[in-house]
C-alpha cells in the first residue's frame, strides 16, 4: 500500500468522520484517497472552495466534536496559517497532513522539508503548538495518522502529519490496526447542534488577563506534551561515535548510511525525531555527554531542523549540517562522504 | 506625531507608490492613514477585498518595480503567508508592517509580540527569510520604514517593520527625513506593460537543481544580509554585570528599568536587537564572553526571542525568560523585581 | 409541518442526495432543516465557503449525475447567477430553492416576490431558461420540490423552487408522498470518478456554428416543456367576469378575496400560475376571449409579473396591476376595493 | 480609434476617477485600455481580485461621490449582479460597460446580445431598474459613456453601456468631446472620509413600509426616466412600409439592408433602440398605427430584445424575429431575406 493511502486508512480506522480538502499536489493524491475510501465508510469528503475554505470546514466539524482531517502542500498550509492559529487558540483537536514540496512560493512538487518552521515553530498567529509527528514508512504513515488523531483529542490540540512524497509514494506492506472503537466523549465542550450545546466556541480573551491566563494554560499544555509525548527512534546507536540525525525521508537515507558505515568500520548511528514538537531536546542533550566524534544533522531543508537541534545541544557540541533542497533527497554515500569529510573517519 | 502616522509619511518618504491592505484592528490606523496621506502624494491606495488580496497585490506591484507596502496584524499575517514565500522566492521587494495583536487565533487587539515566530522564522511555504526591523519609536517607525523599503530593494526581499500597538500609538515628535529622490533602476528585472519586459515573475523551478540551487543562492544572500544590516541598541552596557534583552515596546520598558536598578546601584545594561533578522546572534555570543551575573529576555510572547538568544548564546550562559502576553505589558518595576530574584541583587 | 421542511422533506423523498448551501435570511431555515434531515437519511450536507462556492458545488455534485440542491434568497441568488447560467449551458439537472426577501440591495427579509425577473427571465449571462415552480402550501412545498427534480432530470435543466417566507412558515399538515425508489439512469453523460466515465461537462462551444446550434437545440427544449409542462391552478373561475391573477403567496390571498367577493355578489375568479417558466400564456391568451371586465395582477413586485400577463395577453386586454412590496402582504380586503375600484362592481 | 478604446477615453472625459476591473475576455480590452489610459491622466486602475471585488470598489467609490467605472462580459456581469442590485437599492450612480460574449455558461468569446435580459430586466435581487444605453459605433462607445455617466448621476442609478466585441473592435475616426469639466455636486448624500459626511449608505430598510416606500420612489425614478431618457435612431423611416429594429452590432447591419433594399425598391426602415431601459415602447407603439407590413426584430440573442418590442405592440401587431446567436453576426443579405420571405416583397 501507498504510503498516502495508509494515511487515509489510518484516518478511517481511527475514527475520523470528515476530510475537508482542497487539491495541491503533491498532496492531491491524499485527498483523492480520501475521496474514494471515506465515502465508502460512510464518512464525509468535501472538496473545499479554497485552501482557507477547508481549514475552516476543519474548525467547525472540530467545534462539533468530530474527528476531522485536512491535508495540504506548503503553499496550502500557509494559506492554512489563519485557522491552524484559530483552531490552537480554540483547543480544537484536529489533523492536519503536510505533503511538503520544494519552496519557496511555487518552488517544484519534489519533496522537501521547508516547512518544518512553518509547521514546527508555528507559522500563524502566535504563541500556540501543534503536535508533529513525522512518519517515514507507509506502516507510519498509517499508525502515526491514528496517533494523530488520538493526541489531538487527548490534549485538545492540532496535530500534525509531516511527511514528504517520498514517503507518500512509497509501496510497502502495512498491516492495518484494529478500528478505534471508543471515541472520546467531547460532550463537555463541543456543540452539537442542539439547544442546550449551543455556545460559542472561539479563541477570543478580550480581557489582558485573561488571555495571558489562556496563555500560561496552553504553556503548561505544550509543557506536559513535552514531557510525556516525546518518540525517537534510534539505530546503532549503542556504540556509534558519531550521529547522523534526521526526521522523515531523510531518516531512510540515514539509516542506510549507518548501514554503509559499518561495513566500513565507522560507529555511525542513526537519532530520529518521530515527533518535532515535542521536540526531543533531552535526548540530544544528552548525546553530548557521550564521547562523539560529531553530530550531523541531514535535512531537506535550509538549516531548520538543525536550528532546534544545536538549541537542544546547549553548546556543548554544535551539530554539522548537511542538506539537499529544491527536491533532491541526499544520498547514503553523500551522507557518508560528508561524515568522512568533517569527522575524518 | 503617532507612531502608525510616522510609519505611513516614512513610506511616502521613501517614494512608496502604493498601498494594498485589508482592515484589522490594530493595524487598521496604518491602513486608515495611508488612505488619507497616499492620495495626498499622488500614491496609490486600495483596500482589498482580502488579506490574501493585499499581499498579490503587492506582489504585482512589486514585480512592476513600484516600491510598495501592506500593513496587518497577526490573523491576517497568517493569511498573506503564501504570498510573502512567493514574494521571497520571486525575490520580490515589498515592506510588510505587521503591528502585533493578543494571540493565538482571535485573541484580543492589546499589544503582543507573538508574531516573532510566524516573521521571524518564516511562517509560510519554506526556506526563506525575510528583513525584520523593529522600531520602538514613532521616529523609528519613520526611519525603520524608510530602512525598510532600502534593504528590500538592496537585497530584493520582502521586509517587515514589526511593532505593537504601543509603538504605533505612541505620540512624539518626529524629524522627518529628507524623501528618498532617486529610487532604484529595476529595469533588468521588473516588468513594466511594455512589449520588451514582458515575461514571467514567478517562483518555479521546475528542475530540482535549479530549485537546490535557487535556494543556494537565497541562502548566500542571507549571509550577505547576517554579515551587513544587522543593527542593535545598547544602553549602558559598558559596565553592565546583568544584561536584559528585548526589542520593541519591551526595550522602551527594558530602558525605564535599566535607569531604575542603576539607582539601586544593580548594574543592569540593556541590549537591544533592531534587527530580528538578520539576528544579531555574534553581539550576543560575545556577551557570553563577559562576567555577567545574568541574562534576562524580556518578551510579550511565549518564549520566542529567548530561543533565539540562547541558540545564539551557544550554552556558554542561558538567558533567562521574563514574558507577559495577552496585552499585558511588562513594567520596568517587575522587570526590576524578576532581576533581583533571579541573580539576587 | 412548515413549508420549508416539508421542501427538505421532498428533497429527500425525491433521491436528492446533497444540499450545498450558505446562509441567509430567510433562506436560512430551508438550510437548516436540510444540516438536520439530510444526513439522517445518509445524505450530505456542507455549508459552502460562499454562494458562489455552493452554486459550484451544486454543479459539481450534478455533473455527477447525483440529485442535488441548494437553497438562497434574492442577494444570494444574485451571486449565484454565473453558476445557474454555468448549469443550463451545460445542461445539469439540479434544483434551486428562492426563499424571496425584500429588495433591491439587502432591501430587508419580510416576504415578496421580486426575484421574479432575475429567475424566470434569467438573471445569468444570457440565452437560457430554468424551469419555475411556485407553490403556495406546504403540500406544494412537497410536491413541488419532487417534481422539480423530476423536471430537472426530465429535462436536464435547472429548476427553481421560487417562494417567499409566509410559504416557507406556514404550518400546514402534509401528506408525505412515496420516496421515489428509481433514479434516472444518467450514467450515458454524468461522470462517476471512473476511468470510462471521464470528461469534460462544460458550456463551452468554441466554434459559432456550435454554439449557435447549442442554443438552437436549447430553444427546442424550452418549447418542449412550454408545450408540456405548464401548470395552472385555477378557482371558481367558470363563471368568473373579473379574474386575479397571482402565483405563491399572492394567490391565497386572492382566493380568500374571491371568496369575499362572492359573498358580495361579485363573480371574481382567481387564475394561479403554479408554473412560471413555462408560463402559463396561452391559457391566459384565452382569458381575453372571454367577456370579462377586467384582469387583475397582483404581485409583491415591482409590475414584473404583469409584464409577462401582458405580454401573453397580446393587446386583447390589458392587465391592471395591485402590488405591494417591501414584506408588505396585500389582503383579501384591499384586493377587493381595487377590484371595485377599477370595474366598478 | 478603437471602440472599446473610446469608450476608455470617454470615461476619462466625462472626469471618471477610477476604474475596477477583473480581466474576462472580451471586455479584457477594456479593461486593458483604462490601465493605460487612466493612469496617465491620475486617475486610478485598480484589477481586483474576483468580479465581486470590482462591483464592491465601485459600490465603495460611487458612495464616496466619485465617478466611477467597471466592464465585464456575461459571465462576470452575473457575478456582479449581487452588487449592481446593491447600488441601485442605494441609489448610487455607476458605470458598467458590458461587452457581450456567446452564452450561456462559459459559450464562446463571440459577439452576442444574450445578456439583454439579465441587463435590461435585472439580474440581481428584484425591483430595481438600471438605465441601459447601447452604441454601434465608435463615436457612440466614447459620447454614450460620456452620457453614461451624466445619466447615472442625474437620477442616482447605475448605467450600463452594452455592447459586443464588434463594436469594441472598430476602427472608426472618433471626434473627441470636450471634457467635464463641473462634476455635479454630491456632498449632500456622499460620504467623503470626514466626520461630518460619515453616514452609513446601505439599502436596508428594516420596517416593510419604509422599503415599500423606497420602492415607489425608485418605481416614480423609472418612470421619469421613461419619460424623459429614451433615445431611439431612425433610418429611412418616412415612408418605410416594413421596419426592422435592433440595437447595437445588429443596426449595423439592418442600416446595410435598408439600403440594399431600397436598391431592390422594398421600402424597409430602420428602428434602433439606443436606451433599451428606458425602452422607447411609445414609439414602438406608434408603429403599429402606421400601415405596416411587418416588423421584424432582429437580434443576436434567443429572442429577448423580440419580447419587450411586443409587449409594446400591444398586439396592435405582432413582431416577427430573426436572430443569430454563438457568436454569429446576421448579414445584410440575410435579414433581405427574411424580410422578402416573410412579407413577400
Avoid at 110 to 129: C, I, T
Avoid at 138 to 151: I, K, N, R, S
Avoid at 243 to 255: K, L, N, P, T
Avoid at 314 to 340: F, Q, Y
Wanted: glycine residues 10%.
Amino acid at each position: 500500500m501507498k504510503g498516502n493511502y495508509a494515511a487515509v486508512y489510518g484516518a478511517v480506522l481511527a475514527g475520523c468522520k470528515a476530510y475537508y480538502g482542497y487539491p495541491i499536489t503533491p498532496a492531491s493524491e491524499i485527498a483523492e484517497s480520501a475521496s474514494a475510501l471515506f465515502p465508502k465508510f460512510g464518512r464525509t469528503f468535501v472538496q473545499a472552495e479554497s485552501e482557507v475554505s477547508a481549514i475552516n470546514m476543519v474548525y467547525g466539524a472540530a467545534g462539533c466534536g468530530q474527528r476531522v482531517m485536512t491535508g495540504s502542500s506548503g503553499p496550502g498550509i500557509s494559506l492554512k496559517q489563519e485557522g491552524i492559529s484559530y483552531c490552537a487558540g480554540s483547543a480544537l483537536p484536529c489533523v492536519i497532513v503536510d505533503i511538503m514540496r520544494g519552496g519557496p512560493g511555487l518552488g517544484n512538487i519534489g519533496p522537501e522539508q521547508g516547512d518544518y518552521n512553518q509547521v514546527v515553530k508555528g507559522g500563524g498567529h502566535g504563541n500556540y503548538r501543534v503536535i508533529v509527528l513525522a512518519p517515514n514508512s507507509a506502516q507510519e504513515m498509517c499508525d502515526l495518522t491514528m496517533l494523530a488523531f488520538e493526541l489531538a483529542d487527548k490534549y485538545r490540540n492540532p496535530a500534525f502529519v509531516l511527511t514528504d512524497g517520498v514517503i507518500g509514494q512509497m509501496m510497502e506492506a502495512v498491516e492495518l490496526p484494529e478500528p478505534v472503537t471508543e471515541l472520546p466523549d467531547k460532550s463537555d465542550w463541543a456543540v452539537r447542534g442542539t439547544a442546550d450545546s449551543r455556545h460559542l466556541i472561539n479563541s477570543i480573551y478580550l480581557d489582558h488577563d485573561d488571555l495571558e491566563w489562556w496563555n500560561r494554560e496552553l504553556g503548561k499544555k505544550y509543557e506536559i506534551i513535552s514531557r510525556n509525548e516525546v518518540r525517537v527512534e534510534e539505530y546503532r546507536m549503542d556504540d556509534a561515535d558519531i550521529v547522523a540525525i534526521g526526521y522523515g525521508s531523510c531518516s531512510r537515507v540515514i539509516r542506510s548510511a549507518v548501514d554503509l558505515a559499518r561495513e566500513r568500520g565507522i560507529k555511525l548511528g542513526m537519532f530520529r525525531p518521530i515527533t518535532l514538537f515535542p521536540f526531543p531536546s533531552e535526548r540530544i542533550a544528552q548525546l553530548a555527554d557521550r564521547e562523539l566524534k560529531g553530530i550531523l544533522t541531514v535535512e531537506m531543508s535550509n538549516g531548520q531542523l538543525v536550528d532546534d537541534v544545536n538549541l537542544a545541544l546547549k553548546g556543548k557540541m554544535i551539530s554539522d549540517l548537511h542538506n539537499r533542497m529544491g527536491g533532491n533527497v541526499p544520498s547514503a554515500l553523500e551522507i557518508l562522504e560528508k561524515v568522512s569529510e568533517l569527522y575524518g573517519v
